[in-house]
C-alpha cells in the first residue's frame, strides 16, 4: 500500500524543485542577456541590477564589462584600447567622447550610459 505521509512529503519536494528551476531558469535568462557577440551592434538593454550599481557610483565600464564577462584584454582588443588605458578609465581616468564612443561600440551600450 502506499504511504500518504511518504507521497506527500514527495510532493512537497517536488514542488520546491519546481519553484527552483524556474527561478535559475530566470536568473540565467536575465544574465545571458546581456551576452553579446563582439560583431552585434545592437544595443543590449542592462538589466536593473546593473543600472542601479552604476547609479550607486560604481564605474559604468567596469559593470559592463564584467556583465559582458570580459576581461580588460578582451575588451581592449574590441575597441582598439590598451587594456592599461582600460584600467585607468575604471579607476576614474577621464576620458574623450571619441574613447567613450569605442568603448560604447565594444560593448553594445548607449554612449551617453559611458559619459
Not at 567596469?62 to 582598439?80: D, K
Amino acid at each position: 500500500m502506499h504511504d500518504p505521509k511518504l507521497v506527500y512529503s514527495l510532493e512537497i519536494r517536488v514542488i520546491d524543485l519546481e519553484q527552483k528551476v524556474e527561478a535559475l531558469e530566470s536568473t540565467l535568462r536575465e544574465i545571458t542577456s546581456g551576452r553579446v557577440k563582439a560583431t552585434d551592434p545592437a544595443i543590449v538593454p542592462l538589466p536593473p541590477a546593473l543600472l542601479k550599481r552604476i547609479s550607486e557610483g560604481e564605474h559604468p565600464v567596469r559593470v559592463v564589462r564584467q556583465f559582458r564577462l570580459m576581461t580588460q584584454r578582451e575588451l581592449g582588443e574590441l575597441c582598439g584600447i590598451r587594456p592599461n588605458h582600460i584600467s585607468a578609465i575604471e579607476r576614474g581616468m577621464s576620458y574623450g567622447l571619441k574613447t567613450a564612443r569605442r568603448l560604447a561600440e565594444a560593448l553594445a551600450v548607449p554612449v551617453d550610459l559611458l559619459t
